[in-house]
């Protein structure tokens, strides 16, 4: 899968043209993922290239946000609440991650090498990345 800054694919372009053409066909309810692979046609693996791709397109053309949640599944949205409920769900996601990484592998790491430039510098920045992360996940709208 192409990261954002590499050249996209025409096929997962063609994707993302289907999931964002089903997408806005449902509106404004939401797809769950099965729904939306049923609705599209496509495989699983499609789907996902379709919607990754189609994240990529939104950022550019200045499209409504793309949002996901159990409940509703994948949907375009334009209400401040419900795009701050999903930004800080996704906050929490990468912040339970990178202190599952600190706690297992660079927290050892540094047990192993005390003295090491690297384990220092990487340290330092996650701890610096996991604080602003917690001070985000915290925030709520008063």
Not at 35 to 56: E, F, H, K, T
Not at 81 to 98: D, H, N, P, S, W
Not at 122 to 134: A, Y
């Amino acid at each position: 899968m192409p990261r954002a800054s590499q050249p996209r694919s025409p096929a997962a372009e063609r994707h993302a043209d289907t999931v964002r053409f089903v997408l806005f066909e449902a509106r404004p309810a939401g797809l769950v993922f099965d729904q939306l692979a049923r609705a599209s046609a496509l495989s699983p693996s499609q789907v996902r290239a379709g919607l990754a791709c189609l994240r990529d397109i939104i950022a550019e053309r200045g499209w409504p946000p793309l949002i996901w949640n159990r409940t509703e599944g994948y949907k375009f949205c334009s209400d401040p609440a419900e795009l701050q409920a999903y930004e800080v769900a996704v906050i929490r996601e990468k912040l339970t991650k990178i202190r599952r990484f600190i706690t297992s592998v660079v927290a050892p790491h540094a047990a192993l090498q005390p003295k090491g430039r690297w384990i220092k510098h990487l340290n330092t920045q996650l701890n610096s990345v996991e604080s602003t992360l917690d001070v985000i996940a915290d925030f709520i709208d008063s």
